[in-house]
Nanobody
Framework: QVQLVESGGGLVQAGGSLRLSCAAS????????MGWYRQAPGKQRELVAR???????IIADSVKGRFTISRDNAKNTVSLQMNSPKPEDTAVYYC?????????WGQGTQVTVSS
């Protein structure tokens, strides 16, 4: 079993910056992919960014050039640096981890971008 604890959400002004972090703990033998998803009210959950253990990344077009994902394999952490956020980035952000074929989700952290 893997537990995910997210931190760093909150209120930020458009054009500012915010950093989300997620720490994985528990029965961790190997973590393949770590990432962030988000869900805005009335919308489906969508991928924001993901990163493999080797460092390969996928970034959603809507945040490309503004958000950066990184991970620390030794600490089992993944971070999302959000630069120049826009009001449309307002959502609950969820940490997501794939470990040995099992998908794990964090509890979610609210990010609100004010205009």
């Amino acid at each position: 079993q893997v537990q995910l604890v997210e931190s760093g959400g909150g209120l930020v002004q458009a054009g500012g910056s915010l950093r989300l972090s997620c720490a994985a703990s528990g029965s961790i033998f190997s973590i393949d992919v770590m990432g962030w998803y988000r869900q805005a009210p009335g919308k489906q959950r969508e991928l924001v960014a993901r990163i493999t253990s080797g460092g390969s990344t996928i970034i959603a077009d809507s945040v490309k050039g503004r958000f950066t994902i990184s991970r620390d394999n030794a600490k089992n952490t993944v971070s999302l640096q959000m630069n120049s956020p826009k009001p449309e980035d307002t959502a609950v952000y969820y940490c997501n981890v794939w470990s040995r074929g099992i998908n794990y989700w964090g509890q979610g952290t609210q990010v609100t971008v004010s205009s």
